[in-house]
C-alpha cells in the first residue's frame, strides 16, 4: 500500500515538472513599463542587442526593460538610451522577435522619449503603444505615429 501511494505521488511530481510553463500575464495596460539599468533586463537586453546588432542597445548608457503585448509566452525588449537629436535627451525602441528566432526592433528608428506604456487600442483591435503621450500604431514592419 505505502509503494502505491509513493508511486503515486513520484507520477504526479513528474507530471508538474514536465508540463508546460504557464504563460506570463500581459503588462499592465496603460501603466509604464519599469526600465532599469542593472538587472537581468538588462542583462538580456545587451545580449540581445549585440547578438543582433541592434544600435539603441549597444550604447554602453542603454537602460532596458521587459514588457508582454499579447498572451503568451512572447515578450519584447523596451530599450532607453541617451540621444542629443531628442529634446528631452532620451530615445526609446521596442525589439520583438521573430518567429526564426533573431531579433528585430519595432520602430524604423528610435523615437524620443523617456516613458512607454501598453495602450490603448486602434480601431481593429489591437494594441497599440504610448510614448510620452504619443500613440504608435503597428502597420506593415514597424509601428508609425498616429495623428
Request: a positive charge; charged letters at 15%; hydrophobic letters at 40%.
Given at each position: 500500500m505505502p509503494w502505491t501511494r509513493i508511486a503515486r505521488l513520484i507520477a504526479a511530481g513528474l507530471a508538474a515538472a514536465l508540463a508546460a510553463p504557464a504563460a506570463a500575464a500581459p503588462t499592465p495596460r496603460g501603466a509604464p513599463v519599469a526600465i532599469a539599468c542593472t538587472g537581468p533586463a538588462v542583462t538580456e537586453g545587451r545580449a540581445v542587442a549585440k547578438a543582433n546588432q541592434l544600435q539603441l542597445g549597444l550604447d554602453p548608457k542603454a537602460c532596458?526593460?521587459?514588457?508582454?503585448?499579447?498572451?503568451g509566452p512572447n515578450h519584447q525588449i523596451v530599450v532607453s538610451a541617451p540621444a542629443s537629436r531628442c529634446p528631452g535627451g532620451?530615445?526609446?525602441d521596442v525589439y520583438?522577435?521573430?518567429r526564426a528566432g533573431g531579433w528585430y526592433s519595432d520602430f524604423k528608428e528610435p523615437v524620443c522619449g523617456s516613458t512607454i506604456s501598453i495602450g490603448p487600442k486602434d480601431p481593429w483591435g489591437d494594441w497599440m503603444l504610448t510614448i510620452d503621450g504619443k500613440h504608435y500604431d503597428s502597420r506593415g514592419q514597424f509601428y508609425v505615429p498616429v495623428n
Amino acid at each position: 500500500m505505502p509503494w502505491t501511494r509513493i508511486a503515486r505521488l513520484i507520477a504526479a511530481g513528474l507530471a508538474a515538472a514536465l508540463a508546460a510553463p504557464a504563460a506570463a500575464a500581459p503588462t499592465p495596460r496603460g501603466a509604464p513599463v519599469a526600465i532599469a539599468c542593472t538587472g537581468p533586463a538588462v542583462t538580456e537586453g545587451r545580449a540581445v542587442a549585440k547578438a543582433n546588432q541592434l544600435q539603441l542597445g549597444l550604447d554602453p548608457k542603454a537602460c532596458f526593460g521587459r514588457m508582454q503585448i499579447y498572451d503568451g509566452p512572447n515578450h519584447q525588449i523596451v530599450v532607453s538610451a541617451p540621444a542629443s537629436r531628442c529634446p528631452g535627451g532620451k530615445a526609446i525602441d521596442v525589439y520583438d522577435q521573430s518567429r526564426a528566432g533573431g531579433w528585430y526592433s519595432d520602430f524604423k528608428e528610435p523615437v524620443c522619449g523617456s516613458t512607454i506604456s501598453i495602450g490603448p487600442k486602434d480601431p481593429w483591435g489591437d494594441w497599440m503603444l504610448t510614448i510620452d503621450g504619443k500613440h504608435y500604431d503597428s502597420r506593415g514592419q514597424f509601428y508609425v505615429p498616429v495623428n
